[in-house]
């Protein structure tokens, strides 16, 4: 009895500790959502309340005129979206022929995958940018300032990343269901393409949204490699509520949520596949 | 994000090493066709920016230069000289701190997310009431754009934000009211969110990692007199080890090479973070093309590419036994 009701008031600690910490670790996004329901002047008085008699829904009306933000909401949609798709599919295929064959190169393959995740950023971004230059100048094709350049240099990044994502996600499938599929009379291909991609909609889901939200964070090269408002994305755009004599508070954190939330929805609709695929190959090493 | 080491398939007996690979080469043909589009992007934009990125470090890069770059004066190893020895070169100006602060923030928060990840992994696999909805919320921060932490962050450590409000107002830990962005506190105030924002990612991982473990080892060690700790210090961690052993790779590579956070937590890395506040990667970005020094910025990437290449290299012989096991 006195064990039981030992046992019972330490799970309970346990789990009160466990909600704190949630609270804790929730509040910061509570409160961006808060304050952006406050007048500029009453956030630069610093709230302290957290009772909010007048919700100044206006903020989200205002944030889209103020640095016509539309604008760069369209473009991270379509930067991050075509992103996904190509990068995605690259890593669809590529990982699935790593995790199946053992040809001539795949070792050397891997490795350079792996090391491509060592090398800072910045390394590219000076050559890039210098390339994206000599391409318009030598054969007047712009490249800075484009939805493709962008496109481009971000399919690139997140491949490599995305084809370990996938290969582990695939190891994990059983090999047997392509081999009693070629008995049965198909090609390798159309064992993959209709035995096994089915089967790995999971960990394509996973390595989409992965993508995606790396995309979406992305600032370094899209800062660099953009300098008109009509291909630049969030990040680069979000910085305008940041003036040089006053900030708009409001307005910030009224952006902030606009693009957070989305990306929020979007990952709890999809989360089961999300982990499921993510923790695929993660917890075997 | 599984670092699997497949074994080779057992090559029979053959007549001439050349004829076995011709015939592996012949036999894979559709795993080749599979891997054809990653490899010219790949070719593309990895390797010929790498080989670019390699060469520029050895040229002499300004805005006079830059029209024809490939054509800039050849100076050898002058970039790394002078950005090893000479004080006056740009790129080099406050990279001491950069340096520093580097390494202070990624440890910290390699360590802060691996702790805070699987304490958090431990307490989240009990069974307890509301727990799909706690799991759901906890994985909130992982979603937030790494640009709107900095922006966030960077509001709420204001002086007169609700930080500070709650340390002095609520909790009166300090007399005054302290300066978050400013002096020596800012490694704070950026290592913080960044471990916020990372722990979230590593709790999913432990999690499962955790829910591979069987059930019943735990009942033969509880059985045999084992208290939760030495359950814990002699199963738990090393069956987790592998799964540590990869994230914990991933995890420095993320935090030294980190931008985001620093960049708009401090007008968008156009400004100086301060001494405290200035990573690597704000640093070279903001002096390079301040001083339009690519070949100084390429020569610093390359030895920053060559000292995690050894952090990797320590990593490997710490982990070797675990990763081969696998």
């Keep these: 009895m006195s064990t039981h009701r030992k046992r019972s008031v330490s799970s309970f600690m346990l789990t009160s500790l466990t909600w704190v910490i949630v609270i804790l670790t929730i509040f910061p996004i509570l409160w961006m959502i808060f304050t952006s329901l406050h007048s500029n002047d009453q956030i630069l008085n610093g709230i302290t309340t957290f009772s909010l008699p007048k919700p100044q829904w206006v903020n989200y009306i205002n944030m889209w005129d103020t640095v016509n933000f539309a604008v760069y909401f369209r473009n991270s949609l379509l930067i991050c979206g075509a992103t996904t798709l190509l990068a995605g599919s690259f890593a669809v295929l590529a990982g699935y022929a790593l995790a199946r064959f053992d040809f001539p190169g795949s070792k050397l393959f891997s490795m350079s995958i792996i090391s491509t995740q060592l090398i800072p950023g910045i390394m590219f971004l000076f050559p890039i940018y210098l390339m994206f230059l000599w391409i318009k100048n030598t054969f007047g094709l712009p490249m800075i300032n484009t939805y493709w350049g962008m496109i481009l240099v971000y399919t690139a990044f997140y491949t490599p990343i995305s084809i370990w994502i996938m290969r582990s996600f695939f190891v994990s499938i059983p090999r047997d269901l392509e081999e009693s599929a070629t008995i049965d009379g198909c090609s390798k291909f159309q064992a993959f393409y209709k035995i096994i991609l089915p089967l790995s909609l999971p960990g394509i889901i996973a390595t989409g949204i992965f993508i995606f939200l790396t995309a979406w964070d992305e600032l370094l090269f899209a800062w660099v490699l953009t300098t008109s408002s009509d291909v630049q994305t969030i990040p680069v755009g979000i910085r305008l509520f940041v003036g040089q004599y006053n900030t708009r508070y409001d307005l910030l954190m009224a952006a902030s949520t606009v693009v957070t939330v989305p990306v929020m929805v979007i990952f709890f609709m999809t989360q089961k596949y999300f982990i499921s695929g993510m923790t695929a190959g993660a917890v075997k090493g | ?326």
């Design chain 2, 1 to 326: 994000m599984g670092l699997h080491t497949e074994k080779n398939l057992p090559v029979k007996a053959a007549p001439s090493k050349s004829a076995v690979w011709r015939k592996r080469v012949r036999d894979n043909k559709f795993a080749y066709m599979l891997m054809v589009p990653t490899i010219i992007f790949m070719l593309l934009v990895h390797l010929l920016p790498m080989i670019q990125g390699f060469w520029m470090s050895f040229l002499k890069l300004n805005q006079f230069t830059l029209g024809k770059y490939l054509k800039a004066p050849f100076v050898g190893m002058d970039n790394y000289i002078g950005l090893l020895f000479n004080s006056d070169n740009p790129v080099r100006q406050g990279l001491n701190f950069a340096i520093r602060n580097t390494v202070i923030y990624s440890v910290i928060v390699t360590i802060g997310v691996m702790i805070m990840g699987l304490m958090m992994a431990l307490l989240m696999n009990r069974d307890f009431p509301g727990r799909s909805i706690a799991r759901t919320a906890m994985l909130l921060p992982w979603v937030v754009p790494s640009y709107v932490v900095g922006v966030l962050w960077g509001f709420m450590w204001q002086q007169n934000g609700i930080i500070n409000y709650f340390l002095v107002d609520v909790l009166h830990l300090f007399d005054e009211k302290p300066f978050w962005l400013l002096g020596p506190n800012t490694i704070w105030a950026i290592i913080i969110p960044t471990i916020w924002r990372g722990w979230p990612f590593l709790m999913v991982i432990f999690l499962a990692g955790l829910q591979t473990i069987p059930e019943d080892i735990y009942e033969a060690a509880t059985i045999d007199g084992a208290g939760k700790l030495r359950q814990f210090w002699n199963m738990t961690l090393p069956m987790l080890k592998p799964v540590i052993a990869v994230q914990l790779l991933f995890q420095i590579i993320n935090n030294v090479y980190s931008y985001n956070i620093v960049s708009t937590m401090f007008g968008n890395g156009a400004g100086y973070p301060g001494e405290w506040g200035d990573l690597l990667m704000t640093a070279l970005t903001r002096q390079s093309f301040g001083y339009w020094s690519f070949g100084s910025g390429s020569a610093a990437s390359i030895m920053l590419m060559f000292a995690m290449l050894m952090v990797v290299g320590v990593w490997y012989r710490a982990f070797r036994s675990e990763l081969n096991a696998q």
